[in-house]
């Protein structure tokens, strides 16, 4: 298998505008299966970028390859769909649906074989460890249980190409542990691309990291490349923190 | 199949119409259910009203519901989510769109059973009509499609009650452009079931079938709705084949309601008081429904047709009296038959024409026209025999005698003598009540027969109607045919 063909995400020159805001100006990256960070600041086009992924939303100009189809294409699209898991940064949810029927729903929308709907359906609220609570209405469920839920949902197709718009939001100390835990189990079979503003989940569970700023990439590379940018005057508690200050500080000069 | 199947199940589960079928069973209950069963045990009046009211319970609601369901993923915040999933966005709309009419067919089908089944158990002849019930279903389809268009298209947490009270006055509203014109195109509306001018009409859908012709261009225009509005929500966002399908189901579903609308501007009423339209009509339906009518055993009997059967005993006793008086007399009535009403096709009201006096297979017969046939306030069976009483009774006598304008004074003599014995001799207490004048219209006895109080004309009518009944029966036999012919004066009168 040669390198190309192990990129699920291919992105060249992608620019999306709205109006005359210019969201994202120009990306290039590329990622292959293994958890992708994307770092930036409140409006640095992190969520624009993905829904572009996503395929929730095209592109002004550049080209885009996911799963090494062009999802400009109705068919391609579906393709990709079929293989896709995203969840939105403020992920909806329909409160008399129980986690059951909820990752069920988007189970049969994701045309997830209707023999094996029961099968997957069980095994995504097992992996974000909500089977205790898999009867009970999205609406009596806490904030971080229900950001599980909708995780499920985004997983119960077993995606090639997952992405998360800050997953970790909401979910306490522990539940974000197990989380990185199952980004880097997912990791291990498709390219996860997670967007956050909290460094310290990139480090756990990264290997590559990009960093974002008004709509550009300024930084790509490890999360321990991302350590080295830092010197001594930026701020931050962790090494991880102040490399992501330092890059920023540098792009931003 | 099975994941449709699993996904309709789900929207069925999580419906909006569903927390509203408590609320439609109510109102129908409210307004439709004691309405409608508060009429005469007759098909066509309540298969009409059972229509018109029951489409406007459930607009509001329906409508309602269904735009808040089309805007339940922009208001859940799950636009994206869903977006990006491979199922067929039609489908997936199609979906829930599915499980809010179930559920309203659901409430429809169960409130209809109730009135059908009840009425069933009340009329006496006839069978239930179907087609005012089938407008009325294919009305849900094409609400809830409009509901869930305007929720999908304007996913506001304003749209439902907008929509919802939109497409209620647009509804009720609609009728106030029919007019006195029998062509309106406004008759489309799934509210009217029978000529809007006349109104649910008990004459109507008993001698002669009821003409479907106008529910069926309603059907065609709600399916051509429902269709159209389907349709346009798969313009968008869809595959190439997919879309060109939706453009030629939204372009067919438009050329049904358009031409639907068409065929109904080319409605006219027909004799029977219907509304017929030349392109859809079949002409099978205007032979007159077979029947064998219910008589009484008076001396003359009186035949109704077996649907207003329940009003043959009142109806019986109303018209007693005269019918013993002349029973057995060279002239006399055989039977006294019900007949339908005709309408004036040309009248801006249609009001009904009565029938005459004819033949009937050789036999006299005089044909009877109850009051419950004819257009105004329903009555109660009193107030009909009543009716039945001061119109009928005096016109049996004077076809009999020959009495009325150019006939002799004893011949109107005789007639009102006659005309006041139905005054005189009753077992009904009801009519006995509309004798002290509790019944409106009930001329007094000292009107009847058009004589002046005073007269001599009057005076030999009172001193008739005073003789004992077989002294007037001795002497109308053998002076029946002079008296017909003018030849007997006052003074020969006993």
Redesign the interface.
């Given at each position: 298998m040669n390198e190309n063909s192990a990129m699920n995400v291919e992105i060249t020159g992608l620019t999306r505008r709205f109006g005359s805001a210019t969201a994202v100006a120009g990306v290039d990256l590329r990622a292959g299966p293994g958890v992708f960070g994307l770092l930036g600041p409140n409006g640095a086009g992190k969520t624009t970028l993905l829904?572009m992924m996503?395929?929730?939303v095209s592109p002004t100009s550049g080209q885009l390859r996911l799963l090494g189809r062009d999802p400009a294409g109705?068919?391609p699209r579906?393709?990709i769909?079929?293989r896709?898991g995203?969840l939105?940064q403020?992920?909806?949810?329909?409160?008399?649906?129980t986690v059951t029927?909820f990752v069920?729903?988007?189970a049969?929308?994701?045309?997830v074989p209707?023999g094996t709907?029961r099968q997957a359906v069980a095994t995504a609220i097992d992996r974000v460890g909500l089977a205790d609570r898999r009867k009970h209405r999205l609406r009596t469920l806490s904030g971080g249980m229900l950001r599980r839920a909708?995780i499920a949902?985004a997983i119960v197709n077993e995606p090639e190409l997952v992405l998360f718009d800050e997953p970790t939001a909401g979910l306490d100390p522990q539940q974000r542990v197990t989380f990185r835990a199952l980004l880097r189990e997912l990791g291990q079979h498709a390219t996860v691309v997670v967007s956050t503003h909290l460094v310290e989940d990139v480090g756990a569970a990264c290997a590559e990291v990009a960093l974002m700023d008004r709509g550009r990439i300024v930084f790509q590379g490890t999360p321990d490349e991302l350590m080295a940018c830092a010197d001594g005057q930026a701020a931050g508690d962790t090494p991880l923190e102040r490399g992501y200050t330092a890059a920023l500080d540098r792009a931003q000069s | 199949m099975i994941a449709v199947t699993r996904m309709l199940r789900l929207e069925l589960r999580h419906n909006a119409m569903a927390l509203m079928v408590p609320v439609v069973v109510v109102l129908f209950w409210f307004t439709t259910y004691r309405r409608v069963m508060a009429m005469p045990p007759l098909w066509n009046l309540r298969a009409a009203d059972l229509q018109m009211y029951s489409v406007v319970d459930f607009v509001t609601p329906l409508t309602g519901a269904a735009a808040w369901m089309g805007s339940r993923e922009s208001r859940r915040r799950l636009a994206d989510a869903v977006l990006i999933t491979p199922r067929a966005r039609w489908a997936r709309l199609l979906a829930t769109w599915a499980a809010t009419t179930i559920w309203a067919l659901v409430a429809y089908v169960g409130c209809v059973a109730v009135v059908y089944g009840m009425t069933a158990g009340q009329v006496a002849g006839g069978g239930p009509l179907w087609w005012p019930a089938a407008v009325a279903a294919a009305s849900l389809p094409a609400f809830t499609a409009l509901g869930f268009a305007a929720g999908v298209l304007a996913p506001t947490r304003l749209t439902a009650p907008v929509t919802a009270i939109v497409a209620f006055f647009v509804l009720v509203l609609s009728t106030e452009l029919i007019g006195h014109n029998g062509h309106s195109y406004w008759q489309i509306a799934p509210i009217v079931s029978v000529a809007w001018n006349t109104g649910s009409n008990p004459g109507v859908a008993t001698f002669y079938p009821y003409l479907p012709d106008l529910s069926i261009a309603q059907v065609m225009f709600l399916a051509g709705v429902a269709v159209t509005l389907l349709g346009t929500l798969a313009l968008v966002g869809e595959s190439r084949a997919v879309r060109a399908a939706a453009g030629g189901v939204t372009a067919a579903g438009l050329a049904a309601a358009a031409t639907a609308v068409l065929l109904v501007g080319t409605s006219a009423m027909d004799p029977h008081g219907m509304m017929r339209i030349p392109a859809l009509h079949d002409a099978a339906n205007d032979r007159p429904v077979q029947f064998t009518p219910v008589c009484s055993h008076a001396a003359i009997p009186v035949c109704l047709n077996p649907a207003y059967s329940a009003y043959l005993a009142s109806t019986t006793a109303a018209l007693e009296p005269v019918l013993n008086e002349i029973a057995g007399l060279p002239g006399a009535p055989a039977r006294i038959l019900q007949e339908a009403a005709t309408y004036r096709v040309d009248s801006r009201d249609g009001e009904e024409v009565r029938p005459t006096e004819g033949n009937t297979n050789g036999e006299a017969v005089y044909h009877l026209l109850l009051p419950v046939q004819m257009l105004g306030p329903t009555l109660t069976t009193a107030q009909t025999a009543s009716q039945v009483k001061w119109t009928d009774g005096p016109d049996i006598v004077a076809n009999f005698i020959g009495a009325g304008p150019g006939a002799s004074q004893a011949q109107n003599a005789v007639a009102a003598a006659l005309t006041m014995v139905l005054g005189r001799v009753s077992a009904d207490p009801n009519l006995r009540a509309d004798l002290n004048g509790e019944a409106p219209g009930g001329p007094g006895p000292s009107e009847l027969g058009g004589l002046i109080r005073g007269t001599a004309a009057q005076s030999a009518a009172e001193r008739f109607a005073a003789l004992p009944a077989q002294t007037r029966r001795a002497w109308l036999a053998s002076h029946l045919a002079a008296l017909r012919a003018g030849q007997i004066t006052l003074s020969q009168l006993p």
């Open positions: 829904r996503a395929t929730a109705y068919g579906r393709e769909r079929r896709l995203y939105p403020n992920p909806g949810y329909y409160p008399g649906f029927e069920e729903y988007f049969l929308l994701k045309e209707a709907v909708c949902q | -």
